[in-house]
């Protein structure tokens, strides 16, 4: 009977053995390879597409997500790109928000994916020209299969964190393709952030994309050196918004200072609230409703 238990006991050792084996290999096989799990938010009125195409920017296939309004009545609509943060991808938008129910009033939303790229042309490796890949090659791709209004006077950017950086720099570069760029608790501040050995991973990349500190490269990119130049009559509209809890809140400050000092067409509110998507989800009504409000005025 002994002798029984004991076989039956290295039988249900072997069998657990085994089973945290086949965990680990699947845990790491889950972090290296596996595709992000897909769970979008979608409502009843609205079609979801994935498209893959060939940047000419980046020498290779890129994605982007689309919703759009399932019945356009053959009009073409204004599109609003939507820019993911950093670690994340072209599928966030759709997953971790609400953003499918505005695509119902007749709006083409486009979520690129951006990579960890800042949405910017890198130093190095110099094939990763993620501005252009953004300004011609989507926007070129997303009118020739969609019925996608062109024209400055209706595409609009909206971001959240890295994202946000991206739609308000490319905003302030491309003044004549974007009629509104909105931040959601923009990393408004990267390109003036100094080399930190705490941080050196997150130095290195950043020395990556935009050069070291100091350089052209940094300025030319850099939304506090570029307001200072633009020509408020021409740019965007600005719609900014940011936490309170959240260490980015005194640049976005700064930054809305800047702006009103300059007579930029903007609006900058705070709120209680963190780094998330909870935070980002509730300022969409806002930030959608005024975005229809200077669509209307184009």
């Known amino acids: 009977m002994i002798a029984a238990d004991m076989s039956n006991l290295r039988l249900y050792g072997s069998q657990v053995l085994l089973s945290v084996l086949l965990a680990l290999t699947v845990g790491c096989r889950k972090s290296d390879n596996a595709t ?14 994935d498209i893959t195409f060939r940047s000419a920017a980046l ?11 399932l019945e356009a009545s053959g009009r073409k609509l204004p599109v609003v ?5 950093g670690g994340g991808g072209f599928r966030d938008w759709s997953n971790y928000s609400d953003v499918a129910s505005f695509a119902e009033q007749g709006l083409l939303l486009v979520m690129p994916e951006g990579e960890s790229s800042y949405y910017t042309n890198a130093v190095d490796p110099p094939q990763d020209r ?15 299969r969609f019925p996608a209004a ?11 964190s890295m994202g946000g950086f991206g739609a308000i720099k490319i905003g302030l570069r ?13 990393a408004i501040d990267v390109p003036r952030r100094a080399f930190s050995i705490k941080r050196l991973q997150q130095s290195r990349h950043y020395n990556s994309i935009f050069g070291p500190s100091g350089s052209q490269t940094r300025r030319d990119n850099d939304p506090f050196v570029l307001v200072r130049t633009a020509n408020p009559e021409a740019a965007p509209y600005f719609f900014l918004t940011c936490g309170e809890q959240e260490g980015l809140l005194p640049a976005n400050r700064e930054f809305a200072a800047l702006l009103m000092q300059r007579h930029f067409k903007s609006e900058f509110h705070t709120v209680r609230g963190g780094h ?6 509730a ?6 409703r005024s975005l229809s409000e200077q669509l209307k005025s184009h």
């Open 81 to 85: 790109y939507l820019l993911h943060g």
């Open 283 to 288: 300022w969409l009504p806002a930030v959608f």
């Open 276 to 281: 998330d998507w909870n935070q980002w989800n």
């Open 59 to 69: 020498g290779r296939d890129m994605e982007y997500r689309v919703i759009s309004p």
């Open 130 to 144: 993620f501005e252009d890949y953004m300004t011609h090659d989507l926007i070129t791709d997303v009118e020739s």
């Open 36 to 49: 992000p799990s897909d769970h979008p938010r979608l409502k009843a009125k609205i079609t979801l597409l």
């Open 174 to 186: 491309h003044p004549d393709l974007f009629f509104f760029a909105g931040g959601l608790s923009s």
């Open 150 to 160: 062109g024209g400055r006077g209706n595409r609009a950017l909206i971001g959240i």
